[in-house]
């Protein structure tokens, strides 16, 4: 039977190595995939992966008073792989080249197969996407890449970046008409 994250993060508090072992097993994915998108490139993400994890180590006793602690643990990623896009200075590398990622993570992308040209389509989109917003400031990328990538709802994000959801709306809203803007430019060339 699967532990719940609370009584994971109670048990790590107290001194349980094991517990933390098994709290980086369900979310270096999660945080990989997170920085992935925010940073283009593998390296950067495994570095905010393994940084996110010694933070929180680092930081266990804070843990006892946090009540949400995936939000807790992605707001510690968000922050550091903005912090490497403002240190890369917006022009972090853009991969799309899939060969160059972990070996785990081809494996999963190969078991969505596709036709070629769907294939060739998908990876010129994708390469514009990522272009696209590696042109947008750091809060509105990791905000659109929150709620439009991961998934995550506006309140979860306002927890996640410590602000008000009004502030996520409006960011969400900023870079979504930026991409279009981007987006419409950058695709009817193509055609």
């Known amino acids: 039977m699967p532990k719940s994250i609370p009584s994971l993060v109670e048990r790590f508090t107290s001194g349980d190595e094991s517990a933390f072992a098994e709290l980086v097993t369900r979310f270096q994915k999660k945080i990989y995939y997170l920085a992935f998108q925010m940073l283009g490139n593998h390296l950067d993400a495994d570095e905010v992966v393994q940084e996110t994890f010694v933070r929180v180590y680092r930081r266990r006793q804070e843990l006892r008073n946090v009540s949400n ?22 022009h972090s590398p853009i991969t799309d080249d899939q060969s160059s990622l972990p070996g785990e993570i081809q494996i999963e992308l190969s078991q969505r197969v596709r036709t070629p040209s769907d294939q060739f389509e998908d990876k010129v989109l994708m390469l514009e996407i ?14 659109a890449v929150l709620h439009d990538v991961e998934g995550y709802s506006k309140a979860e994000i306002a927890e996640i970046l410590d602000c008000p959801e009004a502030t996520v709306r409006s960011n969400l809203h900023i870079a979504r008409t930026k991409l279009k803007k981007v987006l419409k430019k950058r695709l009817a060339k193509r055609k």
Not at 71 to 89: C, E, G, P, S, V
């Open 69 to 90: 602690f995936t939000a807790f643990l992605i707001r510690i990623a968000t922050n550091y792989a903005i912090d490497l896009l403002r240190r890369h200075k917006g």
């Open 130 to 143: 990522r272009r696209a917003l590696e042109m947008l400031p750091p809060r509105q990328k990791i905000t």
